[in-house]
């Protein structure tokens, strides 16, 4: 069984930095693509950015692009946002979640359901 756990989420003030992981056990990480989503209040459920099992490819959603950076170390079976220039539309839940099934396909998918595993959550605010 897979399980996901986020975390570094918080309080930050707008145009602040912040760092989220994703730790992972239970399953083989480096053949896994990882994506991060989020959901702000009051809205649905959006995909944020995703990195291939290799880390050969990633992909952003247009309103991070520039600002967010994916990574991941397969070694330490983890994947990172680093969050930068953040501001008040990106408060949100943000799930980490894991794509067991296109190995040894590099795709990142943005679809919510081409996702199989997914971690509980960790907030972000940003306050102005």
């Known amino acids: 069984q897979v399980q996901l756990v986020e975390s570094g989420g918080g309080l930050v003030q707008a145009g602040e930095s912040l760092r989220l992981s994703c730790a992972a056990s239970?399953?083989?990480?480096?053949?896994?693509?990882m994506g991060w989503f989020r959901q702000g209040p009051g809205k649905e459920r959006e995909f944020v950015a995703g990195i291939s099992y290799s880390g050969r490819t990633t992909y952003f959603a247009s309103s991070v692009k520039g600002r967010f950076i994916i990574s991941r170390d397969n070694a330490k079976n983890t994947v990172n946002l680093q969050m930068n220039s953040l501001n008040l539309d990106d408060t949100a839940v943000y799930y980490c979640?894991?794509?067991?099934?296109?190995?040894?396909?590099?795709?990142?998918?943005?679809?919510?359901?081409?996702?199989?595993?997914w971690g509980q959550g960790t907030q972000v605010t940003v306050s102005s």
């Open positions: 239970g399953g083989t990480f480096s053949t896994y693509g």
């Open positions: 979640a894991a794509d067991s099934r296109s190995y040894p396909s590099n795709t990142v998918w943005t679809q919510e359901e081409e996702y199989d595993y």
